[in-house]
Every structure is written in C-alpha cells, then in structure tokens.
C-alpha cells in the first residue's frame, strides 16, 4: 500500500538499514559497563558450569536452551565477560527493526520507518536489549516469525513459511511463554475473524454464509501450502529438537540410533514435566493481579509512554478510515492489548522485562498513529494551516521527548537506581566495577586463598570448586544464591574462594578480599588493618554489601 507524496520514501530500505545500524551502535557502546543483575550473573555462571562439566540438560529454572548453547560459543570466541554475556541479545535487538520491512505491503512507507524508529529507541527495548535474559531475544523473534507468515500471504512465496517456522523455532528454545504467543494469536485471529463478519451486514452479506466461506478459504489456502507448511513446521522441530535435547546424548544418539527414543523421549515428555512441575505450579503466581498490572502499566508509562498512547491513536484511526481496518494493525494491537491484561497473570515476579512481549507488537500501531501526525502535520504547512501544524508539532515534540528523554533517563542516568522502575529490583545499585577490578587484580598476583566470604548467609561448609555434575538447581553448594552476582566474576577471575562465620579466622589470615553483609561487618572489621572498606547495594536499595579490599 503507498500513500500520498507526503508519505513516501525514494528509497526506504536505506533507511531502515541506517536505523538498524543505530540501533546496534545504541546497544554495542557500553554494554559491559553496567554490574551484572543477578539473575544474569546466575544464569552465566551457570553456562561456565555447563562448559566445564561438558554437558547440559534442560533446567526450567533458567528456562530455554538457546543462552546456554549460543552464549557457550560467544564464550569460546571472545571469553566470558559482561560485554560478551550481552552480545546475542544486543545483535538481536539491533536488527529487530529491520523487521518493519517485512510490512511492505501492509504499511506505508512512512509507516515503517516510524516501526523501525520505535523498535530501536524504545527505552524499554533498548535497556533489555543491553541484558543478558530471553524475553527481548522471544519477543523478536516471534515477530520475526509472524512477518514472514504476512509476508508469505502477501506475495504468495512458501519460502517466507520456511523462514517463519525457523523464526518461531528460535523462538519456542528462549523461553517457555512462547506458548503464551500462541494464545494470543488465536484471540486475535478470532477477532479479525468477528470484524468480517460484523462488516458483513452493512454490505448486503449474510455473515452466517460468509464465515462458511471465510473458513473453507482458509482451509484451502492451508491445504495448498501444505508441503511448505510441512517443511515449515520440520524446521521448527529440528531447532527445538536440537536445542532440548540433553548433551552429550543426542551426539551420542545420533551415532547410536538405538539411543534416539531415549533421547527424544527426554527432550519432550522430560521437558514438558519439568516445565510444569515448576512454572506450572500456581504456587509461582500467587500474587495480587492489580499491583502486577499497575507495575506494568508504569513501565509502559514511564520506558514506553510513545509506543502505548500512540498505538490507541493508531489502532482508532485505522479502524474507522474510510477504506476499513488493515488487518495487522489490528492483529498486533489485539496481540499487544492481551500481553497487557494477560501477564500480570502469569508472571511469578513483578519485572520490566514483562513490557518487552507487549511493547513489540504494539509498536505497529503507535507507528500508524505518529505517521498519522506527521502527515496531518505536512498537510497542515502544505496548507499552511498555521493551527493545526501547531498541534501536531506539539504531540511530536511531547512524542520525542518521551522517547529519547525515557532512552536516556532509563539506560543512561538511573540504569541501576530505585528510581527507575524499569530495572528489577535484584540489579545491585551503584557502581561495583572498580572493586570488582580490583578483585581480579589481587586474585591474580595472591598465592592461595584470595577472597573470603564472612557470614551465616555467605557460609559453606567445605567449599569447593569444579564439581562435575549437572545438578545447577542450587548452585552447587549453600551460599551461593546469597553472593550472587559474585561468583560470576570470581568464576572468570579464576579466584580461590572459602567462607567462615567465625571471626577470629582473620586474627591469623590476611586474605586479600573480604566480603561480608553490612550488618555482619562489625564482628570483623576491627580485626582487618590496612583494608579499604567499600558499601555497595546487592539489590536496588538493600542487602549492602561491604568489601574489606586490602590495600
């Protein structure tokens, strides 16, 4: 579909190729600088673990396999590292907003670009782009995979079903919600189904012998792609395949034919009863439902504030044009409206990440209604309707700024801080790093012991490293949850680490490093000279963590 001369592009790939390449620029530059959030540094330790141990089997607790593997070659590549941990999820991010182009037939040209401008400096999609977690990688690529299905319908290439089942593939090994997707998809298709039919008596139709007709349609186009969709759908469950499936058994299965249904049998069935003996449980949703949606809802205000107005605007003004709603307009706000109302039900913690499955979709159209503003707006100076290029000039400044003012608000000035209610709450605050420097600094010069950790919380009885088994599910050993992210960076630092609750171990070790809880602090502090004692946050705004860093 192309619009007026006002809403045309000469050349509007170049332009999406250019913000694309800012979007990438945007979530490259510094993207080790911020302290790993817990849940990242235990996820990555856990990825070292699976390396040294040279084996994996699926744990729901860190949900799907695609960080693991992937990052495990990242790891190999460019060694582990805050920067390297980011990387996939950055590159994904950077390019999520060539996937405007795939509307090229659904929207116009002005259109797409504002998508590819939202999908890029979206604050919310910009911080989660810059953190090491699947549901930014989910999100992309499950909208990847519904613009190849659109673009198949729209040119009639079964090549697109191919790349769609590899999408959606990719997709289903990031994280188990994906399945959430597939509800929504079908309530909106429902939906759109509804608008043919309620359309239909003000067009002389019987809506009874229309939703027949609508319906033996759509089974004839799918029996007509069926070879494709077949291929389609073999792709996606050679990824899933590939990825569940437990390591090294598959290789070894794969030599050993014999040893397939055992293997598959793990991959499917074990996988599905570990997904719902643990997120199955409604122990994991036990919470209030409106504190939850308020939670999200102040996310999209506060990281998202452009995307969320502005896709009401679009998705009215699409609605009652003259010509009739464009059915991915819809689509995508019906998709983005039910992740709104229908994840403060499932989610088992209240997280800024939930608004990433919402943000996605909803930004078509929020598209829609700012290119609806700006064409109003060069109409207006066409016209020279001084008024009206006022208005719009207004919504689009109060637009941007939102947006890069959010941007830089939520990534730049309080990444880390209470204030901002876009980070989780277990992201340490403050700045870590020059400590955490120093650590390495001392690990690698000291013989022996190089880092205690003082404290009932922090103790662990007969510590040790390099255990070679599976088992992640504590960490290895008690304490550990208590020190994260700690142990990721004393895992890369190579440290010798230990633990003691009793406070005159140190009236005869010096170790280089103490660290201790700042309540616990004052058992030992006077017992350790020429350290440097250092405060900092573990969570947002409590658990502080002192370290003893000797000088």
């Excluded at 509307?103 to 782009?129: H, I, K, Q, T, W």
Aim: without cysteine.
């Amino acid at each position: 579909m192309r619009g007026p001369r006002t809403d045309r592009f000469a050349r509007p790939l170049p332009v999406l190729l250019a913000i694309s390449g800012l979007a990438l620029l945007l979530r490259i530059v510094g993207l080790g600088a911020r302290v790993a959030h817990q849940d990242e540094a235990r996820v990555a330790h856990w990825i070292l673990h699976y390396k040294s141990v040279g084996a994996w089997e699926y744990r729901a607790i860190i949900h799907g396999p695609f960080l693991p593997h992937v990052n495990g070659v990242v790891f190999d590549l460019l060694g582990p590292s805050d920067f390297s941990m980011r990387l996939v999820v950055a590159v994904v991010g950077g390019l999520l907003p060539l996937t405007a182009w795939l509307f090229r037939d659904r929207l116009r040209d002005l259109e797409m670009v504002v998508l590819a401008g939202l999908l890029a400096l979206n604050p919310v999609l910009l911080y989660y782009s810059r953190f090491m977690r699947n549901d930014l990688l989910l999100g992309a690529f499950a909208f990847a995979a519904f613009g190849f299905v659109v673009r198949a319908i729209d040119t009639d290439d079964r090549r697109y079903l191919l790349a769609a089942g590899v999408a959606f593939g990719l997709a289903a090994t990031t994280k188990e919600n994906v399945l959430l997707y597939l509800v929504t998809w079908a309530g909106a298709l429902v939906l759109l189904f509804d608008h043919r039919l309620f359309l239909a008596r003000h067009r002389g139709r019987d809506w009874l012998a229309l939703g027949r007709e609508l319906s033996e349609g759509a089974l004839r186009g799918l029996w007509r792609v069926r070879h494709t969709l077949a291929g389609g759908l073999l792709a996606l469950a050679v990824i899933v395949i590939a990825f569940y499936s437990p390591k090294p058994d598959l290789y070894r299965a794969l030599g050993n034919p014999t040893q397939l249904p055992g293997v598959l049998d793990a991959t499917t069935l074990g996988t599905w009863e570990k997904f719902t003996d643990l997120w199955g449980s409604t122990g994991m949703q036990e919470h209030s439902y409106v504190r939850f949606l308020g939670h999200l809802l102040l996310v999209m205000g506060v990281g998202g504030a452009t995307t969320t107005i502005f896709s009401g605007i679009g998705f009215v003004a699409d609605r009652y044009r003259e010509a009739g709603p464009r059915d991915v307009v819809a689509f995508t706000f019906y998709w983005g409206l039910a992740s709104v109302l229908g994840y403060p039900i499932v989610s088992d913690i209240m997280a800024g990440w939930t608004a990433v499955h919402a943000l996605i979709p909803l930004a078509v159209p929020a598209a829609v209604g700012l290119a609806l503003v700006i064409r109003k707006l060069l109409g207006a100076l066409e016209r020279d309707d001084g008024r009206l290029a006022a208005v719009t000039v207004v919504l689009l400044v109060l637009a941007a700024t939102a947006t890069l003012g959010g941007g830089l608000a939520v990534n730049v000035l309080y990444p880390t801080e209470k204030a901002n209610p876009v980070v989780q709450y277990a992201q340490p605050a403050g700045d870590m790093k020059p400590q955490l420097a120093r650590i390495e600094e001392l690990s690698a010069a000291n013989e022996g012991i190089d880092v205690v950790f003082y404290g009932e919380e922090y103790y662990t009885p007969n510590e040790t490293r390099g255990d070679a088994s599976l088992d992640i599910e504590t960490g290895g050993y008690a304490g550990w949850f208590a020190r994260l992210p700690l142990p990721w960076y004393l895992e890369q630092y190579d440290a010798n680490v230990t633990s003691t609750t009793d406070p005159e171990y140190f009236e005869e070790n010096q170790p280089p490093v103490v660290i201790t809880l700042r309540e616990e602090s004052g058992d030992i502090e006077g017992r350790l000279e020429g350290y440097e004692r250092t405060v900092r946050q573990g969570y947002l705004s409590d658990r502080p963590v002192v370290f003893f860093i000797r000088e």
